[in-house]
Structures are given as structure tokens and as C-alpha cells.
């Protein structure tokens, strides 16, 4: 167990204005700090005008200790936050805060390092989220990014950024938000306007850093979100921010991640969710089910049974995933088909249903998927259907979680023909009101149609089976026309397992011939051979080059897996006309961010190299703005706000207010300073 930090600071004495605090044991429960002192303590003093430092004191230390002290209500006062931070946090509606953010908030306030685990729904995001908001305090345009939060799906970094805008909507951060799927070009631009906290999914943040040439010093605040996941969702993570000098790992951090939980808060949960309901009948709204291939049939399936349904799984698009999970948290459509892509961290507050439709073969990942419901101190269920060679993870989760499992009345199947072996998930829909179907080719193949339950009211005979199946399937199956049956060969041809088939050539027939111009070396990966494009010799540069020039240059993999040169930055930062110099400024100033890879370049790409794509009038103003322009621009516009506010007429109005000072109001210089006092 973790140790709590130490809640007093000692007895008494007369020096500084903390240790003068009495001890928490000295104040009682929900009273005020004057009242309860005891005979003859001392009154907590504020510095005294001996004090030696002309520098005014820095009172907001002293009321968040003061604040600590008194406050022993557990709330969210006591923990001794800025007033920006508190705001955001009674803005979003949190009163109490709940039992592991009491315990690990201020532990990171504290300057800890922490590992949390709590059940699922207990507020864990918020954990992070305002310590960080404390720590950074305000913007800061100058420094870089100070903070990275690293979540493992691209869904639940949307969602980590929904938090942060909520939670620190009145510290003025800025937030970058890095996500595989959506467009790089905005990305670079985001970093490129000096974020306070990057929130990241690991592949996008790796590809991004490779590319910019991130150095991420300024970071001095990382969260690994679920930082349980399987170590692949990290990737090459881990790696990259060790190489940030100054970077120290918890000892029982290993680059394989193996044992990422050192000494973990646990709390357990005090109300389960039932493993099984079976045959309780789920509502159909609000419905959450992790469902493996096959999704979009099963979709179809259900819209034509009247339930409105969407679904998120990895292959789909960014933007679909985005709007899919929108629709359905804006009430849109009553069901969500998932992937276990969402089975951790999303939180949908009106989810009432979980159906595991497969059984999940961990029981950790049926306490991830099943804590989509009964989030924060609601309630919910969870179903789950399983199939015979199901059984053992059944019985696994009955181990893991080390309770009964109440197994309900096994449902009659569908009367009509089930193949042997194949897995019977028809009962899913008959309490959904639905027309009962078998899935009857596993996992591989459609779906078909089976009748014959009595659940299945209004639909009998074979004609209407082939109604329904030809209205789900058979409708796209007498589409194909020429286009469709030759794009389908082809596709078929790529997938084909290249074991199976003899090349023309043998394998290291471009190895074997690496010395010959035009042999193949390739630039994937860097080695010699297995690539396409030939070389050519160049006879300027007196070597073998490949013909379209790119050969040369380094290959990232992508989230996708594919391996792709790295020109986007650069081409992005010849479009925005983005000067090298004023990255090269910026980099200097701020020991971060995107630096030129040119230093150990030859002619023709290091500093030589052309910085714009610039006309015959020469060089291009960058587009992009500096951070100096970006000030001024603020302080313009704040000043316009002012001025359009009467601001002016306000400070002639006053007899207090030296006219110099007015003056400078409307000059802009002082308005910063005004407009703070004024708000
Ligand atoms: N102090 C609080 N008071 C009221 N509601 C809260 C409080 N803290 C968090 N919540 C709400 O609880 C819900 C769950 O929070 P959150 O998503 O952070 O849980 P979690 O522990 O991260 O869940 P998971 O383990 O599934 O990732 C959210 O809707 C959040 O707004």
C-alpha cells in the first residue's frame, strides 16, 4: 500500500507562517480554524512587515496551506486549490470528491509519484487531471508543453480531452490533441503553437515526435491512462521518453513493461456488477455490445429489426468512429456495437446495458467492458451470453473475482436446424423483442437467418426467412457488377498468403545483385534488398541513387503498421511557409520543439536548403504566427474588448486613477494590467 503523506507539519512554533498551523488533530470536524484553537496556540501570522524581502509575499501558498489545515471535510477545499482550479471542478458539478481522488490528490500535489487503481467509474481521469491543472497553474506560451497524458485508444484521448476542457475550462490552458486518424498537418500546427499539455495516443505521438524531432524536455507531468493495458498499446513509447534527458523511470518501470504496477492503491469495488442476468430482458436502449467480426451485419440486422444501432471498431474511420460515439451518447440511436476498443476508460453516463456478446476470455476485460455501466455510484447490468466453449472463461472470472456467479435458466434455442459446434447466440435478441437468430458460421462467415422461436412473433414460414435475409445480405450480394467483382480479385489477390506462393525471382535475387544499377536495393527499413525502385548511378554524386530521390531518406511506421518516409513535417512546414529559422528560434528559447534535422546533412538539405518554396521576389513571410505575434494580437484584441466596454470612460471617470495611467490603457500598453484589475 502506498504511504499517505504526513497531514500536519509539526507542533507549533512561532516562525513561518506554515509550521505555526496547528496539527489537524487540533481542529475538529466542519469548524472553523479561529474557534477551535486550543488556550494559548498561537493565531497562524501572516509576514510581518519586518519582513526583509521588498517583494510583496506570496500569499497564495499561504492560504492553500491554511486552507489544508482547517478544511478537514475531505472535500475538494480542503485539498488547498487555486481558485481557478476549485471553479472548474464546482463547475462541473463534482461536490465531493470521490474516494481515491481523496487519497491520491493530494499525494500528487505532494510532488509523488503515483500508481492508482480503483473500480471502474470512480473518477480516476479527474485524479490526474486536477493535480496537473495545479501544478501548471496558468498559460504558458513561452515554455513547451509541460504535461503528457498517453492514452491507449483514440476514443478515451477525445474523451481525456473533453475532461480537461471541462475541469481546467478557467486555468487557460492550452491542449494539443494528438490522435492517430486524424490529419498530421493539424497536428504540427497545434505543437507548433506551444501547448501546455499533450494528450496523446502512443503511435501518433511517436510518428509526431520522429518527425518534428520533439525533444519533450519542458514535460515535467506524464500520465499513462490504463496503464495496465498490454504493453503493445505503448509501442516504442516508453523508449522515446527515455531518451528525453532528464527523464527518470519508477525502478519497477522495464522497457518490456512488464511490471508497470509498483505499489498500487486498491480499492475494491463494494458493489458488484451480476456476471449474469440471464434472462432478466435488457431494455433495448442503452445497450453495449462488444461484439467480435461481423459488426456491420450484425448492425444491419438490427436496424432492420428496428433497433437503432451504431458501432466503433478499429478499422473504421476516424471520423466515423467519432460521429458513431457521438450519436450514440447524444441519445441518437438506442445501441452501440463495440469492439473491445471500448471496453476501457470510455464514459457514457446514461449507459444503463452491457451484453458481452462474446464472452471475453480475461476477467480483467470483463471488469473493464462490464464498467461502462455503474459509473459513478449509479447502477447498472450487465449480460452475458456463453457459449459452451465459453465455459472456462467463465469459470476463470469466477476465480478472478473470487465470488459467486449466479448462472441464470438456460434459454430453449431456437427450434430449427443448428449445426454442431457452432456457437448459438440466437437468445441475444429474443429479449430484445427481436427476431431470433443463430450465427451460423462462426466467427468467419455472414450471418443467416434461422427461425422458429416463439419469441419471434409475426414472423413464420421460409419465405419470410429469405425475406429477411435477402433485405440484410442478399440486397448487396446482387449488386456486383464488373467494377465490384474485379476490385473484389484484387482485393482477394492482396490478401493471399505470400507462403503459399513461389515469387519469379528468389528472395535475395536483390542482395544477389545489389552492385548492379538498377538491382533493387529498396529503402524500406534501410537494409539491402526485398525493395523496389532501382538505383541509378548519379554521375554529380559519383553514387548509386535511388530515381525518385526518396530512397534515401528515413521510413517511420505508421499507426497503421505501414512504412511510410517521413516528408510530411517538412512538406507541411513548406506549405504553412513555416521558416526553419524561427524553429530553430524557437528551439533555442525554449529547449523544445521542432527542431531541423539538417545538422549532419550534406549540401543541398541542411542550412543551404531553400527555406520556402519562395517565388521570384524571394523569400515568403511565414504564415504561421510567432509567439510574439500571437501576444501581440491578443493584446490588441484585449484592448479592443476594453476600449468597446467603455473601459475608458470608466478609468476618466475615476478620480483615484492617474491619468497617465488611463492614457496607457488606451495606448494598449497598460491594458493587460487594467484588464486584469478591472475583471
Ligand atoms: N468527484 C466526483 N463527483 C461526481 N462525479 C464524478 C466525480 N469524479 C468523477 N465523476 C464522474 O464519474 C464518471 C466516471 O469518471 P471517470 O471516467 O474518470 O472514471 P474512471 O475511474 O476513469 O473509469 P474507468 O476505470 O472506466 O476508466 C464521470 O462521468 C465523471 O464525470
Known amino acids: 500500500s502506498l504511504k499517505f503523506p504526513s497531514q500536519g507539519p509539526g507542533p507549533p512554533s512561532t516562525s513561518p507562517p506554515q509550521t505555526e498551523l496547528p496539527t489537524p488533530g487540533d481542529i475538529s470536524r466542519n469548524s472553523f480554524n479561529c474557534l477551535l484553537l486550543g488556550p494559548g496556540r498561537p493565531l497562524p501570522t501572516f509576514p510581518t512587515s519586518e519582513c526583509t524581502s521588498d517583494v510583496e509575499p506570496d500569499t497564495r501558498d499561504m492560504v492553500r496551506a491554511q486552507n489544508k489545515k482547517k478544511k478537514k471535510s475531505g472535500g475538494f477545499q480542503s485539498m488547498g486549490l487555486s481558485y481557478p482550479v476549485f471553479k472548474g471542478i464546482m463547475k462541473k458539478g463534482y461536490k465531493v470528491p470521490t474516494p481515491i481522488q481523496r487519497k491520491t490528490i493530494p499525494m500528487i500535489l505532494d510532488g509523488k509519484d503515483v500508481v492508482a487503481m480503483a473500480r471502474t467509474g470512480s473518477g480516476k481521469t479527474a485524479c490526474f487531471l486536477i493535480p496537473m491543472f495545479e501544478r501548471l497553474k496558468t498559460r504558458s506560451a513561452q515554455t513547451g508543453a509541460r504535461a503528457l497524458i498517453l492514452s491507449p485508444t483514440r476514443e478515451l484521448a477525445l474523451q481525456t480531452m473533453k475532461f480537461t476542457k471541462e475541469l481546467g475550462k478557467f486555468t487557460g490552458l492550452r491542449t494539443a490533441l494528438i490522435l492517430g486518424g486524424d490529419k498530421i498537418e493539424d497536428q504540427f500546427a497545434a505543437l507548433h503553437e506551444n501547448p501546455d499539455v499533450i494528450i496523446a495516443t502512443p503511435g501518433r505521438l511517436v510518428h509526431v515526435a520522429v518527425e518534428m524531432n520533439l525533444k519533450l524536455q519542458s514535460v515535467e507531468y506524464v500520465v499513462f491512462d490504463e496503464a495496465d493495458s498490454p504493453a503493445e498499446t505503448w509501442g516504442e513509447v516508453p523508449l522515446v521518453l527515455m531518451k528525453t534527458p532528464g527523464w527518470t523511470y519508477p525502478q519497477s518501470w522495464d522497457s518490456d513493461h512488464r511490471d508497470p504496477i509498483p505499489e498500487p492503491l486498491v480499492l475494491p469495488p463494494h458493489r458488484g456488477t451480476p456476471a449474469m442476468a440471464w434472462p432478466a430482458l435488457p431494455p433495448p436502449a442503452g445497450l453495449l455490445t462488444p461484439l467480435p467480426p461481423s459488426r456491420l451485419h450484425s448492425a444491419q440486422l438490427l436496424t432492420t429489426q428496428g433497433v437503432s444501432c451504431a458501432h466503433i471498431y478499429s478499422a473504421l474511420d476516424q471520423t466515423a468512429r467519432k460521429i458513431n460515439l457521438a450519436k450514440f451518447t447524444h441519445g441518437k440511436c438506442s445501441t452501440l456495437i463495440v469492439t473491445d476498443l471500448a471496453a476501457r476508460g470510455l464514459d457514457i453516463p446514461l449507459l444503463d446495458n452491457v451484453i458481452n456478446y462474446s464472452f471475453p476470455a480475461k476477467g480483467k476485460l470483463f471488469l473493464h467492458r462490464v464498467g461502462r455501466v455503474a459509473r459513478a455510484g449509479r447502477s447498472g447490468t450487465a449480460y452475458s451470453l456463453v457459449a459452451p466453449d465459453e465455459v472456462p472463461y467463465l469459470l476463470d472470472l469466477h476465480l478472478f473475482l473470487g465470488r459467486a456467479l449466479t448462472l441464470a435458466r438456460p434459454h430453449e434455442g431456437p427450434s430449427g436446424e443448428q449445426r454442431p459446434g457452432h456457437r448459438d447466440r440466437s437468445s441475444l435478441w429474443v429479449p430484445c423483442g427481436l427476431l431470433p437468430l443463430a450465427l451460423d458460421s462462426g466467427w468467419t462467415g455472414g450471418w443467416r437467418g434461422q427461425l422458429g422461436s ?178 501581440k494580437q491578443r493584446r490588441r484584441a484585449q484592448k479592443l474588448r476594453f476600449l468597446q466596454r467603455g473601459g475608458l470612460k470608466q478609468l476618466s471617470a475615476r478620480p483615484s486613477l492617474p491619468s497617465s495611467l488611463a492614457r496607457r490603457g488606451a495606448s494598449g500598453r497598460g491594458v493587460q494590467e487594467l484588464g486584469v484589475r478591472l475583471d
Open 454 to 631: 416463439p419469441g419471434a412473433a409475426g414472423v413464420t414460414g421460409a419465405s419470410v426467412r429469405q425475406d429477411v435475409f435477402t433485405e440484410v445480405i442478399g440486397r448487396k450480394r446482387q449488386q456486383p457488377g464488373p467494377e465490384r467483382g474485379a476490385k473484389r480479385r484484387r482485393e482477394e489477390a492482396r490478401h493471399r498468403d505470400r507462403e503459399f506462393y513461389i515469387h519469379y525471382r528468389p528472395k535475395d535475387f536483390d542482395s544477389e545483385r545489389g552492385s548492379v544499377a538498377g538491382g533493387g536495393w529498396g529503402g524500406g527499413g534501410g537494409g539491402r534488398g526485398g525493395g523496389r525502385g532501382g538505383r541509378t548511378q548519379d554521375r554529380k554524386k559519383k553514387r548509386f541513387v535511388g530515381q525518385s530521390g526518396q530512397e534515401d531518406k528515413k521510413k517511420i511506421k505508421t499507426e497503421s503498421a505501414s512504412l511510410t518516409p517521413f516528408p510530411s513535417y517538412r512538406k507541411w512546414k513548406q506549405k504553412q511557409k513555416v521558416d526553419d529559422r524561427d524553429s530553430e528560434d524557437e528551439g533555442a528559447s525554449q529547449q523544445r520543439g521542432p527542431e531541423r534535422r539538417g545538422g549532419k546533412r550534406g549540401r543541398g538539405q541542411g542550412a543551404s536548403q531553400p527555406r520556402t518554396p519562395a517565388g521570384p521576389a524571394g523569400r515568403v513571410r511565414s504564415e504561421l504566427k510567432t509567439k510574439q505575434q500571437i501576444l
